[in-house]
């Protein structure tokens, strides 16, 4: 990150023991102060210069011709993709299909000008660039020569959805060399930003993950300074990050023109004449899945934080567990959610029937209750301790019939952002819905919402008798609307979602006619 000096720097520090020390002239002190102010914009041209030359990347850089470089394939069980010299491009995920009724799959980093580039830079010899040509080894490796004796060997091998670049610098040159490695990824914008996910690009800095949207790309560039990291694009369900083994790194991600643009640069390594040196860097491209995130640690340090999960993420990430487990034995995700949904609600049971035995107990206290209130009508402190005093008799709480409630809003949340989140839910079948991640196209579910959640409240408020005064008449007018409400909100939410709530309409009906015979 970039630090700022504070009031306890050491410059500010010298200053103020200087003006209190010493009398200077006002001319002295205009000198000394446009000496000062030269040295700092010569400090600041000479760095700004040094690493305009070292990791800056510019349009040129993007839209460089490197059609005289061959194009080679990259594969694995996972992935398919094109290398060109230092670029990897147009990443076919072999396991995901661009929509259910198409053959074609997923393609990362698909459009013109969208790269990964993995290479080296030099101080006192040249490096390859992405229009160098190399020559291919029989091996499967990729070598270059440069005018020094320098050699470059490129070994890759895949694994699943990583990609491992191995360099070796020889430095045969006859001199002292320095080597610095580096990776930049390319892209564009070409994803829509889901509702309650953070797309856009995505690091590791200093054991924190730093997420930027697109709109803030948009108003400006950023720059953070770590150990070890990585930096790349994540949309909903993709990620596309890259990892250099190697320490004093820099990360920017800004945006160039129509592409948006990340880079790492790590510090430069001496190789002295007649030695060697490996430089590593490990790309992920692939799903945002929390168990092949989690493969993926061993690689890229910090990989299986990048999915955020929200505020309840201590209950997201059980419930999609719960939820891909149940779906390993029903073979569908729509009957999944329809069985954890249950589970939930059985688990939830007791806390019900409280609920409603305190319903009953309030609905019994009414009489008493409106007597109190007439009583004690010009007198709020008598009021409130007589108001105690009864449900401390009857041994309720106003509390106690909004218990289930507020516990389903921490699991209804936590659901939403897991069906957002999970690749899995991504196509998945279930009636006539086809995304269980997308909202109902033919507004179905949300129409069997709101019937399920007016009949639930019919029956609640079946046996009550009417209100004892205007803010509770005004309250229940209230709540009269909110089937309504609800149904307009979830008519663009997850099917999946709105399948839950629906479900748990209907179970939470059954469980109060259960409970009421029980009762009675």
Known sequence: MVQYMDKNSGFNMWNANKNATQKKSSFSGFLWWTFVFVLAWWVIGAFTQNKNQNIETTDTVIS?????????????DKIKANLQGLRISNIELSDF??????????????????????????????APLAKTVWTQQADGGMNWTNQDNVKFIRNIATDGYLVTITDTVQNNSGKDIAVAPYVRIVKTNDVKSASGVSTGAISYVNTDIEDLNWEQIDKKSYAYSTQTGFAGFADQYWETVASMDATDQTIRVKKSGDKYLTDSAASAVQIPNGETKTFTTNVFVGPREQSVLNSAESKIAGIADTINYGWFWFLARPMLWLLNTINHVVMNYGIAIIIMTILLRLMMWP???????????????????????????????????????????????????????????????ALYKALLVSVQMRNAHFLWISDLSAMDPYFVLPILMGLTMWLQQYLQSANKKEPANDVVAQTQKMMNWMPLLFTIMFAWMPAGLVLYWTVSNLFGIVQMQLIKRKHK
Not at 64 to 76: A, G, K, L, M, Q
Not at 394 to 409: A, N, V
């Open 64 to 76: 460089e011709d490197i059609s005289n470089v061959p194009t080679t394939s990259i594969n694995s």
């Open 97 to 126: 299909a661009q929509n259910p009724d198409s053959a074609e799959r997923v393609v990362l980093l698909g459009a013109d000008d969208n790269f990964i580039e993995v290479g080296l830079l030099s101080n006192g010899t040249t």
């Open 351 to 413: 806390l019900t029937r409280k609920s409603y035995t305190s319903m009953a107990a309030m609905q019994k206290m009414q009489p008493e209750m409106q007597r109190i209130q007439k009583l004690y009508a010009n007198d709020k402190m008598r009021l409130q301790m007589e108001m105690m005093k009864l449900y401390q008799t009857h041994k309720t709480s106003p509390m106690s019939g909004c218990l289930p409630m507020l516990i389903q809003i921490p699991i209804f949340f």
